[in-house]
Nanobody, 124 residues
């Protein structure tokens, strides 16, 4: 059974940092792009960041560029999202996903596997 499990969410004050992790099991995702998405209450899911199969390429949404960093450790089958300088508008449920495409992928429809999400709440 393929699973993606996020962890690391929580409550943090504005300006603080969190590091999200997404551990995969059930298969290796070595040749898969990975991505992070988020969904705030009453809003559509939005793209946050993506990383290519070997970590050589990354791409970020404009709203998080310069504050968030995506990385991966294929030996651990895990992808990370380091979030710094957090703002209240970053509050959302964060989801990791995997796509059977080796390059970066921003379109959520191209991702085949999704985690259950982890809540991030940033207080002002």
């Amino acid at each position: 059974q393929v699973q993606l499990v996020e962890s690391g969410g929580g409550l943090v004050q504005a300006g603080g940092s969190l590091r999200l992790s997404c551990a995969a099991s059930g298969r290796a995702f070595t040749n898969y792009a990975k991505g992070w998405f988020r969904q705030a209450p009453g809003k559509e899911r939005e793209f946050v960041a993506t990383i290519s199969w070997n970590g050589g390429s990354t791409y970020y949404a404009g709203s998080v560029k310069g504050r968030f960093t995506i990385s991966r450790d294929n030996a651990k089958n895990t992808v990370y999202l380091q979030m710094n300088s957090l703002k209240p508008e970053d509050t959302a449920v964060y989801y990791c996903a995997a796509a059977s495409i080796m390059a970066v992928v921003t379109d959520g429809a191209k991702y085949e596997y999704w985690g259950q999400g982890t809540q991030v709440t940033v207080s002002s």
